[in-house]
Structure formats: structure tokens, C-alpha cells
């Protein structure tokens, strides 16, 4: 399995609302909804912001949203601020065999 | 709140075994949900390695899985990942993290991570 493709980087201004692709094949997500997304600031353990394509875990931020459609997912960061400067990693969970499948990261910066 | 702590030997010569423990506190591995380790290398992406369920389940990344070995010991709370035959390639730092289980029975996201183990392999 070969990770999931992602854009190097993405930027944009304070307030401005950026986008993130994650793309695959088909059997890289499967039959199963179970895309997440993580923010990972420099240093630090990744933190899971998105789980099951568009649910957020309690605590983050609604300016975060996500969505799939085919073999591509997206992460959608609204009203930019300076603390979502990050690198940010899609995952798609596929069943039988279990495996895990991770994007080859995003890093953003807020300009 | 749940915390999870890695720890290992930080150095690791090649050849030799690597082995990782992670000792979850406020919450028991006996509880429903899959426990994972994952290592991401310097200034590289994400890499899955290895899950297991309490009932000592188990499942590996096929890239890894001739020379991993993930157990679970409930008596301490703990779960642990052996790596054999390290080399310089295995670097990375370690993160052992838990996974949620959907409504469908599936560990589908990884929602709580430690803070990471960093692993050198060097002679």
C-alpha cells in the first residue's frame, strides 16, 4: 500500500478558508467511511481533528470541516488563524486485512 | 484524562532487537477500544506499524510484519512492540497511540497519542 497523496503545501491569509486533498485508489478507502484527518504542530504528537470523514472529536475547533467524494478526500480550514500553521495528515482505515494508510502530509502556512 | 507514555532505549545498534513499551494511565486496555504503535522518521510522514485488542488480537502492516511483534499485558496496563533486526532505515520516533472503535465495531482513528519515543539505530 503507497500513501495517500497530498499537497506538499497549502497557504493562505488570516480569514481566508484553505483546502487539502487527500487522493487514493479505490482500495485505498475501501467500502468504509472511516477517512481521518490529523494536525500536527512542530515537536509535538499528531491530534486527531477530524474521525470518519467529517465528524469532529469534542474541542475542536468548528472552522475545521471535511468531506470525501470518490477516491478523494478533503480537509477544509475556515477563517485561517496563525495557530493552524501545522503539517496536516489524512488516514484511511481499510478493512481485511486491518491496515492503515496515511497521506504524505500537508504543511500549511498562514501567511 | 487518558495519557499514554512511551518508553525505550533511545539507541539501538543495527541488528540488534528494538523493543517499546507503552504504559496507559486513567483508563484500562481491557476497555473497547484497539491499542496502535506508529513512528514517523525525521521530517518524513506517518507510518502505521502495528495494532492489538485487548482480547490480544493483533494486526501489522505487511511492510513490517516479518520483524514486529505488538502484545498487550493487562496486568499492567501496558502494551508493548518488539522490532527485529533494526537498521539505520527504523530511526524515527515512536508514538504509541489509542484507536477508536465505531459503532461498527471498527478502530477506525487514532484519538489519543503519547508523546513519542525517539529511536536512533547506530553503531
Known amino acids: 500500500q503507497s500513501a495517500l497523496s497530498q499537497p506538499a503545501s497549502v497557504s493562505g491569509s488570516p480569514g481566508q478558508s484553505i483546502t487539502i486533498s487527500c487522493a487514493g485508489s479505490r482500495s485505498d478507502f475501501g467500502n468504509y467511511n472511516l477517512v481521518s484527518w490529523y494536525q500536527q504542530h512542530p515537536g509535538k504528537a499528531p491530534q486527531l481533528i477530524i474521525f470518519?470523514?467529517?465528524e469532529r472529536p469534542s474541542g475542536v475547533s468548528n472552522r475545521f470541516s471535511a468531506s470525501k467524494s470518490g477516491n478523494t478526500a478533503s480537509l477544509t480550514i475556515s477563517g485561517l488563524q496563525a495557530e493552524d500553521e501545522a503539517d496536516y495528515y489524512c488516514?484511511?482505515?481499510?478493512?481485511?486485512?486491518?491496515?492503515?494508510?496515511f497521506g504524505t502530509g500537508t504543511k500549511v502556512t498562514v501567511l | 484524562q487518558v495519557q499514554l507514555q512511551e518508553s525505550g532505549p533511545g539507541l539501538v545498534k543495527p541488528s540488534e532487537t528494538l523493543s517499546l513499551t507503552c504504559t496507559v494511565s486513567s483508563s484500562s486496555v481491557r476497555t473497547h477500544y484497539y491499542w496502535a504503535w506508529l513512528r514517523q522518521s525525521p521530517g518524513m510522514g506517518l507510518e502505521w506499524i502495528a495494532s492489538v485488542y485487548r482480547s490480544g488480537d493483533t494486526y501489522y502492516n505487511p511492510s513490517l510484519n516479518s520483524r514486529v511483534t505488538i502484545s498487550i499485558d493487562t496486568s499492567k496496563n501496558q502494551f508493548s512492540l518488539t522490532m527485529t533486526s533494526a537498521t539505520a532505515a527504523d530511526s524515527a520516533m515512536y508514538y504509541c497511540?489509542?484507536?477508536?472503535?465505531?459503532?461498527?465495531?471498527?478502530?477506525?482513528?487514532?484519538?489519543?497519542w503519547g508523546q513519542g519515543t525517539k529511536i536512533t539505530v547506530s553503531s
Open positions: 497511540a489509542r484507536i477508536r472503535v465505531t459503532s461498527s465495531g471498527y478502530g477506525d482513528s487514532f484519538d489519543i
Open positions: 470518519e470523514v467529517t
Open positions: 488516514c484511511s482505515y481499510v478493512h481485511s486485512p486491518a491496515y492503515y494508510v
